[in-house]
């Protein structure tokens, strides 16, 4: 592969054409395995990014691609409709909570996020209340686009880069009860106090329900959301949840807000949707939220993106449904979790090693001082695993259908690469 070219010309995620770090050739994948263009295997821990949960190159989901783009690849879903789009939303209807009933499909992640927030900002307007703000919590992630950017933890996502161009959110203080730990019901005090000072101006809060991801990677105790939900219902505020990282099993439930045994008003779906082939998202409301938001004064939801609803991403997302309807995702999640329960606290006593933590087939490893990206690189792809940490966290969301022996190894590079001074800042 024509690797300089890449260097040159090619924006990778977050990434500078003045400094560029080296990129790895994939040529194809297999399973829970990526190969480069020499042929070596690296098991992949991170399901490209949460989103491959089958695995690579499955039967299922490779034959209904092949049979989609034989009958139509796309099509505009304004005044049109197909089978494939029909399908995942009575799927995805029937496995969420049982007041959401209506589906918004969109074409990625952060897209979700804003049409999300465009359906709260609607649904206030149409109830003849000005409200503006919306309330979430700091260390979250809900994606790059500006909406979505406005409501991501002010640091991490460098707020002050776009002053004058991001509305100003509130943000409360990220709960310190980890998902394992005890409950302490002051993490809610922070909140408590931002929603009763400025409920009337709030149109929602959005969230990541469990497990905050790309903004820390950090799990927190049911019983904060649970408050959240409450406290939510008690000032009249729309509850988002932002399930894209944490949806279809991930968490060990299907979905993250399962564990705190609450409902959301509107609910963001994306990345593991059509286990990792294509670019799709779903935002799914209550009929009460949709109603009333085509009952005002616009007389409809304002949004409709060209490849909405794209049926050949709908139909692998109905493929992938039909695999997590069989079930197995439980047991294979539960054994991952089983094996970082078991494996990671041993890292733990590493004098590198801050925090071990772990839910469902997710395990993270935070450090006392940042990766140095090139070199941790390297050394995992010497070892033979796919592992992409960024600042202190190192983490692991290996495909579900990963084995024992898949997990050690990707636990093992970790465990080896703490020994190597030259892979951290
Ligand atoms: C990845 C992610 C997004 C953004 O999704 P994209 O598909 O990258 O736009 C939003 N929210 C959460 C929680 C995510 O993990």
């Known amino acids: 592969m024509d690797l300089a070219f890449d260097r040159r010309h090619i924006w990778h995620p977050y990434t500078s054409t003045l400094t560029p770090l080296t990129c790895y050739p994939i040529e194809r994948a297999e399973g829970v395995c990526l190969y480069l263009d020499d042929g070596r295997a690296l098991i992949d821990g991170m399901s490209s990014w949460w989103a491959a949960i089958h695995g690579y190159n499955h039967p299922h989901l490779n034959q209904a691609a092949h049979q989609q783009i034989d009958q139509v690849a796309h099509v505009m879903f304004g005044g049109i409709t197909h089978q494939p789009a029909i399908d995942l939303c009575k799927h995805l209807i029937a496995m969420t909570a049982e007041p959401l ?47 979505a ?72 105790h049911p019983a904060f959301l649970q408050g959240v939900r409450r406290l939510c219902d008690e000032f009249g505020v729309l509850l988002i949840l932002d399930e894209i990282a944490t949806g279809f099993g991930r968490t060990g439930k299907l979905f993250a807000y399962e564990h705190a045994h609450i409902e959301p008003d509107i609910l963001c779906l994306g990345k593991a949707l059509t286990g990792g082939y294509m670019t799709l998202s779903a935002t799914l409301t209550t009929s009460h939220v949709a109603n009333t938001v085509c009952g005002g004064e616009a007389g ?7 490849f909405m609803g794209n049926p050949l991403a709908c139909a692998v997302a109905n493929a992938s449904m039909e695999i997590l309807a069989k079930g197995e995702w439980q047991d294979q999640a539960q054994a991952i979790e089983a094996q970082f329960a078991k494996r990671l606290p041993q890292l733990a006593e590493h004098p590198y090693v801050t925090d071990v933590r772990w839910l469902g087939a997710i395990g993270v490893v935070e450090t006392a001082h940042p990766v140095n990206m090139e070199n941790i690189q390297a050394h995992f792809v010497e070892q033979g695993v796919w592992i992409r940490p960024f600042g202190k966290l190192i983490y692991l969301m290996p495909p579900f259908i990963s084995q024992p022996e898949h997990i050690e190894k990707l636990v093992k590079a970790i465990e080896t690469a703490l020994n190597k001074p030259e892979c951290f800042q």
């Open 101 to 147: 009933q209506h589906v918004f499909l969109a074409d990625s992640g952060s897209v979700a996020v804003e049409v999300s927030l465009k359906m709260a900002l609607q649904y206030w307007h149409a109830k003849g209340e000005s409200r503006s703000q919306f309330l979430t919590l700091r260390d979250g992630y809900h994606g790059d686009t500006f909406a």
């Open 149 to 220: 950017m406005s409501v991501t933890d002010p640091d991490n996502s460098m707020h002050s880069l776009y002053k004058g161009f991001l509305p100003q959110h509130l943000f409360a203080d990220s709960p310190k009860s980890g998902f394992w730990q005890e409950w302490d019901e002051r993490d809610l005090d922070d909140f408590t106090a931002k929603l009763t000072l400025h409920h009337q101006d709030i149109a929602a809060v959005i969230l990541e329900p469990i497990v905050q991801g790309a903004g820390g990677m950090r799990m927190y």
């Open 300 to 306: 409809c939801f304002m949004h409709g993106p060209t």
